[in-house]
């Protein structure tokens, strides 16, 4: 009758200390959970209106939803955390998260990414789309990973084309004298300079005032890209010539991506291929919504037939040679006969 009287109260210490014994894990899981949880910032150079910028707020979105926010991708536009350069050094340094970059200024890192700005290299979308999302890919970005970047997903800005305040060129001859902004890349002014135009490079950031004080006379970029920064009101004439492609590479820097668990690196990468699909969607209808917007601006649009688009074709061609021995022409001669 001892030990009946004593058990109510052994129990209810007992109950007491299992009560602090579950507090104190629920306190330990909430702070491993805080401590687990991880704020990427996604810097671009685009503006609000960009495609792959809409693309980029529903990849970050998904990812917070899936991870149950122990993942957050914070997005920054407009060249906020810098020039797409200055991105890629800083992800090299571990000092900035993830980036968007085109394959020419990648290529200033992995020399195997400037296969894809190739002029006329690309059939069509499809031709495009079966190097860049199939097994190809590992190729054209061997080596990101020892610059201190994970490529997640080619998304898209589009087929390049050209627009100048001089006259309507139609023809490569008609590019002769003008001076036309670039990417940071050796091809692209090798690619210009052989139809006789000045390529300036320059930053994004920069290219509307230059246009609007002549410092240069044109630009070439995808359509997306050329209404979103409103350069039809500073821009007279537009050629579609689709002489090279466009995508927008979303990277990551290596440091950053090996604290990311194994789980949610998986969720990271199916929700960058699933913002990738909603990408290029989006920015084929808002291409030919842009062009319509572009003509009634006033601006000279010339859509150039097969036939024309081959001359061009002919005199940026030998731009290839120049890249054998850096791009590899075995890699240029998969990506030309991929089906």
């Not at 004593?6 to 009560?19: C, E």
């Not at 080619?154 to 003008?178: A, H, L, Q, S």
């Not at 004439?237 to 002489?243: G, P, Q, R, V, W």
Request: charged share 20%; proline share 4%; net charge negative.
């Amino acid at each position: 009758m001892k030990w009946g009287k004593k058990i109510p109260f052994w129990g209810m210490l007992a109950v007491a200390l299992l009560g602090l014994i579950g507090c104190g894990n629920q306190a330990a899981e909430q702070e491993q959970k805080q401590e687990q949880k991880i704020v990427l910032k996604l810097g671009h150079v685009a503006n609000l209106q960009q495609p792959y910028h809409l693309a980029a707020e529903k990849f970050a979105q998904d990812v917070y939803e899936r991870t149950g926010g122990q993942v957050e991708i914070q997005v920054f536009p407009n060249s906020q955390l810098g020039g797409q350069r200055e991105l890629l050094e800083s992800l090299q340094l571990g000092t900035a998260d993830m980036a968007m970059a085109s394959s020419a200024v990648l290529g200033n890192f992995v020399p195997t990414a400037q296969v894809i700005d190739l002029p006329f290299i690309f059939r069509d979308s499809a031709h495009v789309y079966a190097v860049v999302d199939g097994p190809l890919a590992d190729e054209i970005y061997a080596g990101a990973e020892e610059q201190g970047m994970v490529v997640l997903s080619t998304w898209e800005n589009g087929f390049r084309n050209i627009g100048n305040n001089i006259w309507p060129v139609v023809t490569p001859e008609d590019m002769k004298g003008i001076k036309i902004r670039v990417f940071e890349s050796q091809m692209y002014i090798n690619m210009f300079e052989r139809m006789g135009a000045i390529p300036t490079p320059m930053a994004m950031g920069e290219v509307f005032t230059a246009l609007q004080q002549k410092t240069i006379d044109g630009i070439e970029n995808a359509v997306v890209q050329i209404y979103a920064s409103k350069y039809q009101e500073v821009m007279k004439y537009l050629t579609i010539d689709e002489h090279t492609y466009n995508p927008q590479i979303v990277l990551i820097s290596t440091y950053k991506w090996n604290k990311i668990s194994p789980e949610n690196q998986q969720i990271i990468l199916e929700a960058a291929r699933e913002a990738r699909d909603y990408n290029r969607t989006l920015a084929a209808e808002k291409t030919t919504e842009y062009l319509v917007a572009m003509e009634e601006a006033g601006v000279e649009v010339t859509i150039l037939t097969q036939e024309q688009k081959e001359a061009f074709k002919e005199v940026m061609l030998p731009v290839w040679e120049e890249y054998y021995d850096i791009v590899g022409k075995d890699l240029i001669d998969k990506v030309v006969n991929t089906q």
